[in-house]
């Protein structure tokens, strides 16, 4: 709703400037006597104008239009660090809040978790609903809603901020978009939503260390925090697969009572093969009240254990590969066979290997995808890549312009370089009369091209012709700096005179 209109300078300090119509009309009553009195009222009217419309040009006067209307984006924190019950009564509060707003004045709603999803754009209707069934609510990104909260402001309106969350975000970076918001004019108003879990155990993290040798006992470290007394059970899963904690009891998890504050819990596994092993480890509670948030009660580790150098040998005819997986078997090296078309797909399948031979393989037994693969497992993850010979291997297997190409310490496409003896060319070129014209310069032009493709061991010499015979280029060798000049000598050629042929 238009409330007002007006009108302002952006460039006032001009207005004192009208003050010049008091000479002009000075100056009009005492020098235009001469026009008449109703010509010269007119000149001393215009000019006063014409001075007026320049000084109200240079002051840039501005129209302005005041908007009552007022749109309040309301941001409300999604994330499941905060009970549900707080979440409604946040809800219900601002519901209120809005019956009591002006009625022109709009309303939209933001939904933050772990990103931002438009609730309501801006609009008439208070209506707040319930949460965003598509945020899953694992993050608090409370920079993404604010940020999200200037993109849908409307710009013919007043806007205000309502930041309703517990302030804990996990994800981006809330001082910086509160500045932008600042800087545009757009306060934030923030609703503290404030709660208190009497019990609740967090699982800080999982300690395993990252690489350890094979059959090396591996120290874990479980850190919990609780901020009561509480009773509960841990257990431990490697690779998916359930750890048995307590090998003297039925039960595979082991009892834990734990006091407020941190708690560290320590043990040892056996590293077990070598390879990545991946540990997830989850607190049970046991007994009502222990635990509200169930999502903060696990912890997960990966680490790599270093054993044997693990060599993957692949072929595809069932030959080749397993003699050499057969030799490299009677050494302490790790090798395993496969045929090509069981090669992996995913790098992920090769983080456990040392290094790759490829047995006399064409390329078409490989897709290009898994070459590419292939590439980056040598140039990114440090691998090794061997390629033996074969009448299916190098360039006769296909490889040339290939992604293994480039990776391969070999050139599979060597240029064919042929050794020429060192030779002499001796040109003789026709001046006579009859050579004017097309006819000289075509033999200029093929007595270049011949020079041009003389190696700087050849020797070159050139006769002219005419009545009578003379060297224009003595025999000499057919260096660069030669060459240069004897294209210029052969340019200066002209055509005259008889044709004898014999002496030359």
């Given at each position: 709703?238009?409330?007002s209109t007006?009108?302002?300078?952006?460039?006032?300090?001009?207005?004192?400037?009208?003050?010049?119509?008091?000479?002009?009309?000075?100056?009009?009553?005492?020098?235009?006597?001469?026009?008449?009195?109703?010509?010269?009222?007119?000149?001393?009217?215009?000019?006063?104008?014409?001075?007026?419309?320049?000084?109200?040009?240079l002051?840039?006067?501005?129209?302005?239009?005041?908007?009552e209307?007022?749109?309040?984006?309301?941001?409300?924190?999604?994330?499941?660090?905060?009970?549900?019950?707080?979440?409604?009564?946040?809800?219900?509060?601002l519901?209120e809040?809005?019956?009591?707003?002006?009625?022109?004045?709009?309303?939209a709603?933001?939904?933050?978790?772990?990103?931002?999803?438009?609730?309501?754009?801006?609009?008439?209707?208070?209506?707040?609903?319930?949460?965003?069934?598509?945020?899953?609510?694992?993050?608090?990104?409370?920079a993404?809603?604010?940020?999200?909260a200037?993109?849908?402001?409307?710009?013919?309106?007043?806007?205000?901020?309502?930041?309703?969350?517990?302030?804990?975000?996990?994800?981006?970076?809330?001082?910086?978009?509160?500045?932008?918001?600042?800087?545009?004019?757009?306060?934030?108003?923030?609703?503290?939503?404030?709660?208190?879990?009497?019990?609740?155990?967090?699982f800080?993290?999982?300690?395993?260390?990252?690489?350890?040798?094979?059959?090396?006992?591996?120290?874990?470290?479980?850190?919990?925090?609780?901020?009561?007394?509480?009773?509960?059970r841990?257990?431990?899963?490697?690779?998916?697969?359930q750890?048995?904690?307590?090998?003297?009891?039925?039960?595979?998890?082991?009892?834990?009572?734990?006091?407020?504050?941190?708690?560290?819990?320590?043990?040892?596994?056996?590293?077990?093969?070598?390879?990545?092993?991946?540990?997830?480890?989850?607190?049970?509670?046991?007994?009502?009240?222990?635990?509200?948030?169930?999502?903060?009660?696990?912890?997960s580790?990966?680490?790599?254990?270093?054993?044997?150098?693990?060599?993957?040998?692949?072929?595809?005819?069932?030959?080749?590969?397993?003699?050499?997986?057969?030799?490299?078997?009677?050494?302490?090296?790790?090798?395993?066979?496969?045929?090509?078309?069981?090669?992996?797909?995913?790098p992920?399948?090769?983080?456990?290997?040392?290094?790759?031979?490829?047995?006399?393989?064409?390329?078409?037994?490989?897709?290009?995808?898994?070459?590419?693969?292939?590439?980056?497992?040598?140039?990114?993850?440090?691998?090794?890549?061997?390629?033996?010979?074969?009448?299916?291997?190098?360039?006769?297997?296909?490889?040339?312009g290939?992604?293994?190409?480039?990776?391969?310490?070999?050139?599979?496409?060597?240029?064919?370089?042929?050794?020429?003896?060192?030779?002499?060319?001796?040109?003789?070129?026709?001046?006579?009369?009859?050579?004017?014209?097309?006819?000289?310069?075509?033999?200029?032009t093929?007595?270049?091209?011949?020079?041009?493709?003389?190696?700087?061991?050849?020797?070159?010499?050139?006769?002219?012709?005419?009545?009578?015979?003379?060297?224009?280029?003595?025999?000499?060798?057919?260096?660069?700096?030669?060459?240069?000049?004897?294209?210029?000598?052969?340019?200066?050629?002209?055509?005259?005179?008889?044709?004898?042929?014999?002496?030359?």
């Open positions: 709703m238009i409330a007006g009108i302002y300078f952006a460039a006032p300090f001009w207005l004192p400037a009208c003050l010049l119509v008091i000479p002009l009309i000075w100056m009009g009553r005492r020098n235009l006597v001469a026009l008449g009195r109703g010509r010269q009222w007119a000149a001393t009217v215009l000019r006063c104008l014409v001075v007026l419309l320049l000084v109200l040009a002051a840039q006067p501005k129209f302005t239009r005041t908007n209307q007022l749109t309040l984006i309301t941001v409300i924190d999604r994330s499941r660090s905060i009970p549900a019950s707080v979440q409604q009564q946040a809800q219900a509060y519901q809040a809005f019956q009591a707003r002006a009625n022109n004045d709009q309303l709603v933001i939904d933050v978790a772990e990103q931002a999803a438009i609730a309501k754009l801006p609009a008439l209707d208070t209506t707040v609903h319930d949460r965003n069934t598509s945020l899953s609510g694992n993050e608090s990104d409370l993404a809603g604010i940020n999200m200037l993109a849908i402001a409307p710009p013919d309106s007043a806007v205000r901020i309502v930041l309703a969350s517990d302030g804990n975000e996990t994800r981006g970076r809330l001082l910086e978009s509160a500045q932008t918001a600042g800087a545009n004019g757009i306060p934030i108003d923030v609703l503290p939503l404030q709660y208190d879990y009497g019990s609740e155990v967090i800080k993290r999982l300690s395993v260390p990252s690489t350890a040798a094979g059959r090396q006992t591996l120290p874990l470290r479980f850190v919990l925090h609780s901020t009561k007394v509480a009773r509960g841990l257990q431990l899963n490697l690779n998916g697969r750890v048995d904690l307590d090998p003297d009891s039925p039960e595979s998890t082991i009892a834990v009572e734990l006091k407020p504050g941190t708690n560290v819990k320590t043990m040892s596994l056996p590293s077990g093969s070598r390879g990545i092993h991946e540990f997830e480890a989850f607190f049970i509670p046991e007994g009502p009240g222990v635990d509200q948030i169930e999502d903060n009660n696990r912890a580790a990966i680490t790599y254990v270093h054993g044997p150098g693990h060599v993957l040998v692949c072929d595809a005819d069932g030959r080749a590969g397993k003699a050499i997986a057969d030799s490299l078997s009677k050494t302490s090296l790790d090798a395993h066979y496969i045929n090509i078309s069981d090669f992996p797909t995913t992920t399948h090769l983080l456990d290997t040392d290094a790759i031979i490829l047995a006399n393989i064409d390329s078409s037994n490989i897709t290009l995808d898994q070459q590419e693969m292939l590439a980056r497992y040598v140039t990114d993850l440090g691998g090794g890549l061997i390629m033996s010979g074969g009448p299916e291997s190098f360039g006769a297997g296909g490889w040339i290939s992604p293994i190409e480039e990776v391969l310490p070999v050139d599979l496409d060597p240029p064919q370089k042929k050794q020429m003896p060192k030779g002499a060319l001796v040109l003789i070129i026709d001046r006579s009369g009859s050579m004017a014209g097309d006819k000289i310069r075509m033999c200029k093929a007595a270049i091209a011949s020079v041009r493709q003389l190696s700087y061991k050849d020797s070159v010499g050139i006769i002219l012709f005419d009545a009578r015979s003379q060297w224009l280029v003595k025999m000499t060798e057919a260096t660069p700096e030669n060459k240069e000049k004897i294209y210029k000598t052969i340019s200066t050629v002209g055509a005259d005179g008889g044709t004898v042929m014999g002496p030359a």
